[in-house]
């Protein structure tokens, strides 16, 4: 069974510019989230989709990120402008439904390294 | 809110050794707690999590875990330590009463473990 996917694995892009990642989840795993984590910092959460709906965008920094999952399956997360500050890796998580959210294993993806020059 | 404090962000030992990697939480209502572990090049990978019930998990590789309400702390530890160990660890706690079973993560420790 493939796990959770992430691409592109690094990207470095110019202040200002575009940049989307993408996360293809274990197949099945209806909830899907969000985290990133900067430079010598903790990771965080930034978001929480349930199959397509938004559960919880309580971390999305501002309005200059926007996620996605269209169809429930793979999400992406767009940062347009991107700010220096947007440096960091970001990691996919996904975990199956039923249950009670907050105690299934989240299964993460590899991350992926975002430099903003 | 809540907040989970990794006390030391290095950890060097050395080989067949016994190590203890610290975890503090802080939270007014109950959590659920977890260890991650972070190999080079991969993702997080679950090694064990409190939910309720014994208060010593036993999770893969041979680690375990005690958690200690009244310390608010959830301590992993590992009686003989292997190369292969060498990894950054995670501590995270999720609330019982959430619908989004979000992580919040302590600050990450990194495991060297020395021949």
């Known amino acids: 069974e493939a796990g959770v996917t992430q691409f592109p694995s690094h990207s470095v892009i110019e202040k200002g510019q575009t940049v989307t990642l993408r996360c293809d989840p274990i197949s099945g795993h209806d909830n899907l989230y969000w985290y990133r984590r900067v430079m010598g910092k903790e990771i965080k959460f930034l978001l929480h989709?349930?199959?397509?709906?938004?559960?919880?965008e309580s971390g999305m920094p501002n309005n200059r990120f926007l996620a996605e999952r269209t169809g429930g399956t793979y999400s992406t997360l767009k940062v347009q402008p991107a700010e220096l500050e947007d440096s960091g890796v970001y990691f996919c998580?996904?975990?199956?439904?039923?249950?009670?959210?907050?105690?299934?294993?989240?299964?993460f993806g590899p991350g992926t390294r975002l430099t903003v020059l | 809110a809540q907040s989970v404090t990794q006390l030391d962000s290095q950890v060097p030992v050395f080989e067949e050794a016994p190590v203890e990697l610290r975890c503090n939480y802080s939270?007014?209502?109950?959590?659920?707690l977890f260890w991650y572990v972070q190999y080079p090049n991969q993702g997080l990978q679950l090694l064990l999590k409190y939910l309720s019930g014994s208060t010593l998990v036993k999770g893969i590789n041979g680690f375990e875990a005690e958690f200690n309400k009244s310390q608010t702390s959830f301590h992993l530890r590992k009686p003989s330590v292997h190369i292969s160990d060498t990894a950054e660890y995670f501590c995270?706690?999720?609330?019982?009463?959430?619908?989004?079973?979000?992580?919040?993560f302590g600050q990450g420790t990194t495991l060297q473990v020395k021949p």
């Open positions: 939270s007014s209502v109950s959590v659920y």
């Open positions: 995270a706690v999720s609330l019982p009463s959430s619908n989004t079973g979000k992580l919040i």
């Open positions: 998580a996904s975990s199956p439904a039923g249950g009670v959210a907050s105690y299934n294993e989240q299964f």
């Open positions: 989709f349930v199959k397509e709906s938004k559960q919880d």
